[in-house]
């Protein structure tokens, strides 16, 4: 899996702008462990941690998404 940057580092990072919104987006949290998946439902983009868990709600914008998530500690990853 390669980590998503804002700013793309190295081979093992894709850059957000590189993202076409139609890749699988796993998140981890706490020493990689892997909590859930971002996807897009009608009220907008969600992590979705399992069942109807949500980790910060929907919003308009994938990366809107990803930057709410981020401040809690999940990083993001694509295959």
């Known amino acids: 899996m390669r980590k998503i940057t804002l700013v793309q580092n190295d ?3 894709i850059s957000f702008c590189n993202l076409d ?3 699988p987006i796993f998140a981890k949290k706490g020493g ?3 909590r ?3 996807v897009k439902e009608e009220k907008g ?6 069942g109807s868990a949500g980790a910060t709600g929907w919003h308009d914008g994938l990366r809107e998404c990803l930057e709410s998530c981020v ?3 999940h990083e993001f ?3």
């Open 11 to 13: 081979d093992r990072t």
């Open 21 to 23: 919104g139609t890749e």
């Open 32 to 34: 990689g462990k892997l």
């Open 36 to 38: 859930g998946m971002v």
């Open 45 to 50: 983009w969600i992590l979705r941690l399992g």
């Open 71 to 73: 401040r809690h500690g």
């Open 77 to 79: 990853f694509v295959e």
